[in-house]
């Protein structure tokens, strides 16, 4: 039998986050969707005459996804 693959891993906790995420949209008022917004605010703007790039990041961490990558963590550990 082969050891626990970690791309398995790392998909479970993506997997728990996106319905964390989810879960947490459907309740707007409830305490799941309590949590932090982080990154930046407004994109960032590189300009190089005939290419612009843009870059951006905003991270909003939940009660919601928090228990999704819980979850996803004891679902790998069963696995």
Same mark, same amino acid.
């Given at each position: 039998? *082969?050891?626990? $693959? ?6 479970? !906790?993506?997997?728990? !986050?996106?319905? /964390?995420?989810?879960? /947490? =949209?459907?309740?707007? @008022?409830?305490?799941? $969707? ?6 930046? =605010? =407004?994109?960032?703007?590189? @300009?190089?005459? %005939?290419?612009? &790039?843009?870059? /951006? ?7 919601? =996804? %928090? %228990?999704? %990558?819980?979850?996803? !963590?004891? &679902?790998? *550990?069963? !696995?």
């Amino acid at each position: 039998m *082969r050891g626990k $693959n970690t791309w398995t891993c790392f998909l479970l !906790i993506l997997a728990g !986050i996106v319905l /964390g995420g989810f879960i /947490g =949209s459907l309740f707007p @008022d409830s305490w799941l $969707n309590f949590g932090q917004t982080f990154g930046l =605010s =407004s994109p960032l703007v590189l @300009d190089l005459g %005939i290419l612009s &790039v843009t870059f /951006g990041l905003t991270i909003k961490i939940t009660i919601a =996804s %928090i %228990i999704g %990558i819980i979850t996803g !963590i004891m &679902v790998y *550990r069963f !696995i």
